[in-house]
């Protein structure tokens, strides 16, 4: 199996910075996509962003400019930079990690979520 471990979120005023964290632990031999989503009280789950393997990445259109997401191979982690917060980006971000298993067996995994709160 593949875990994977949300961290870095917290209280923040509007237009502070966060920056999240997410680990992949397990017997992995190789992390394809990388992402984050989020999901505020009342809305569905949305992307937040992704990045490949390669480090190809996609953002949402309501974080374009202000978010930015990189990876680190050696360490199966993940992060997203959060600048300019605004109290629209409150809500529960979670990881989602596609990764490929020692055994070849191929994961679609997901964090248990850290929640980000931006006050006006």
């Known amino acids: 199996q593949v875990q994977v471990v949300e961290s870095g979120g917290g209280l923040v005023q509007a237009g502070g910075s966060l920056r999240l964290s997410c680990t992949a632990s397990g017997r992995i031999r190789r992390i394809n996509d990388m992402g984050w989503y989020r999901q505020a009280p009342g809305k569905q789950r949305e992307l937040v962003a992704v990045i490949t393997s390669g480090g190809t990445t996609n953002y949402g259109d309501s974080v374009k400019g202000r978010f930015t997401i990189s990876r680190d191979n050696a360490k199966n982690t993940v992060y997203l930079q959060m600048n300019s917060l605004k109290p629209e980006d409150t809500a529960v971000y979670y990881c989602?990690?596609?990764?490929?298993?020692?055994?070849?067996?191929?994961?679609?995994?997901w964090g248990q979520g850290t929640r980000v709160t931006v006050s006006s």
């Open positions: 989602n990690a596609k990764a490929t298993a020692w055994s070849m067996a191929m994961y679609d995994s």
